[in-house]
Every structure is written in structure tokens, then in C-alpha cells.
């Protein structure tokens, strides 16, 4: 999601497109080809895992047939995310959504057209167990991990990058921000109700802002965040901005607001937040405070 207008003042920039959205790595030196290469092989690979879009993805067969799967090694750091954020909010952030997205319409061929009966989503401990990387499924299971996913892709790339001696740089997945080293970049919090306009600037140093909106994907009376409880979309809040240590941190809160308080979740994370709710009105934390228009 969008939801945020922003230009760097790094001199070098690298635009692409994965994980079907625009991506931007602004660097102070070039990206150099080596780099490029290992960064569009990691995101292919954690598409090829994740996206339940793409037919044979690791994601997709598992849908098809319970048991025991291995998933990459890091995949426990998703995971890991999830169960943590399941039980904060009640279950209702959870990685097994896939199915009744697809048959609300958000499914591989974006068809955009619901079925009238929509598969209610299944409780998490009571069709999967985890042990590390290590996934059994006690019946077919399409995973959804797009409330982290994201996020978490913007963190390997962020390694990736310091790795290959990288220091100062901003990788911006379209709604997933996060910035490392020297620079301050200053970020427009987009208005849900007009695309056209900001409500207010955030600056960003060394930290990830993501950011999650009800309006952005949106058809009929559908969009995709769904209330698992209901097999139906959320209507109270519908906007959240977060700011992290990290992206995927960042990105898995953002989705968490729009089901529990923010005080619920500072119980186990430290952030920073913006939400807005259907009547307009918004509240946030007092990094945001001073950057809100009036």
C-alpha cells in the first residue's frame, strides 16, 4: 500500500518491479550489477515460496495436499511473527486467510469476483503445527502471508545489502520503507481519501515505516483485509502507519491495528503509529504528532 510520497535525496536509484509491486533502492554509490543480480534472485525465491498467485509456488502445493513441509530456514522468523501476532489479536491476524480471499475474488487470476459462498478461515493450532521451519498441515491450507511478507522481503534485502558493503541507503517497496545509515528522509502519509494529498510528514532515520490501507485494494463491497472471525472485510479503521526498528515488525503492526489497540501491542513491541478510522478521525503516537496537518 502506498500511502506515502516521498523523494530521496540519494544520488543513485535503482527502480524494479517484484512481489507485484514497484520497488526503489536509493543508494549514495551505485548499485553495483553483482548486487542486482542476488537481490532479483532473492526476491524470485521468496515469491516462488510465498505467492499463492503463482501456480507451482511452495505455497500453492501445499494448498492442494495436507502433511509435513519444510520451508526455507528463515521462514520460522515469518511464522514466528504471525503466532505472536495471532495472539495479541484474538486470531484474527493469522497466515491462513488465503482461501477466503481467493473466494472473495482476490484470488491468482485477480479475478475480482466473489463466490457466494465464502470458505470460513480455519483456527491456527487446530489445522497447523510448527516446529522451526517445518510446517504440518492436518488438511489443505492456503497460506497468505501478505500482513508480513513484505516486510520481512524488505529486511533480506536490507542484509543483503550491508552484506555486499552497502551503508547508506533506503529500499522502498511501495508501502514498506526502511532506511539505513547517514540519511534522513522526510515521508508524506498519503490521505485514504484522496491519493492526490498528504495529511502530514514523518522524518525517517534508521528506522522502517509501513504502512496499510482498507481503500487501496479494493472491489465491490470487498478489500483485503478481512476479519477471519467473519470471513469479511474490516470496516472501523482504515488506514495505519507504523514505524520500527524493523519492516517486518512494521509491516505485520500495521495490519494488527487495524484489529486490536495500539496499547495491546506495545505490551510486546516498541513502535510508533498513526491509524485512521472510518469517521476521519485519526489517532497517533508523539513521533507522528508533530508532523500532522491541522
Known sequence: MPLMKSETTLAHNWRFDALGTSWEIASGVPIGDATKKRVTKQLALFELTFSRFIGDSFVS?????????????????????????YELTDGKVTPLVGEALADAGYDARYSLQSKKEIHPVPRYGEVVQRKGNVITTNQPVMFDVGAVGKGYAVDTIIELLKADGYSSFVVDASGDMRIVGDTTQQVGLENPHNFEEVIGTVDLHNKALCASASNRRKWGEWHHIIDPNT??????????????????????LATALFFTSPETLRAKYTYEYMRMHADGSVEYSDYFAKGIFE
Open 61 to 85: 502445493v501445499i494448498a492442494d495436499k495436507p502433511g509435513s513441509y519444510t520451508f526455507p530456514s528463515d521462514a520460522k522468523e515469518i511464522f514466528s511473527l504471525y503466532e505472536e501476532l
Open 231 to 252: 470471513a469479511s472485510p474490516t470496516h472501523e479503521i482504515i488506514a495505519t502507519w507504523v514505524v520500527a526498528d524493523s519492516a517486518m515488525v512494521a509491516d505485520g
